[in-house]
């Protein structure tokens, strides 16, 4: 497994992505095995986009197949949002590596996550 050193990388990249929650398990973020890549993960929200219910989000690190709760059934209130990992606590992502959601409700929870992809 490919961990690139930090303060040789050839390339930093910016990345961002926008996933709306279902209650299913939904990937936002994966780096691909064999891929040569770190990522770190700057930034992870969560918004209630219903404008009167309350939702659960479920979010986890998935590492070689098993997962760890990052937040387990944490409710966002209506209209509000959650950060789940900032620059305060943030995270690598290894390859193989992948950070999954999961929301009480279908169409209520929106998530927006930032990233560098470190080559």
């Known amino acids: 497994m490919a961990n690139p050193n930090l303060f040789s990388a050839s390339s930093v990249f910016g990345k961002t992505a926008g996933l709306a929650l ?38 986890e690190l998935l590492k070689s197949g098993t997962a760890y709760k990052l937040l387990n ?8 949002s959650l950060v789940a990992i900032s620059r305060d606590n943030q995270i690598y992502l290894e390859e193989n590596d992948s950070i999954r959601l999961l929301a009480s409700a279908s ?13």
Do not use: R
């Open 73 to 80: 059934t944490v409710p966002v209130p209506a209209d509000a």
């Open 22 to 59: 279902t209650t299913s398990n939904q990937t936002i973020v994966s780096n691909a095995a064999s891929s040569g890549k770190l990522y770190k993960i700057n930034t992870l929200m969560i918004a209630n986009v219903d404008g009167s219910a309350s939702a659960d989000v479920t979010v």
């Open 107 to 119: 169409s209520d929870l929106v998530a927006t996550a930032s990233w560098e992809e470190i080559n």
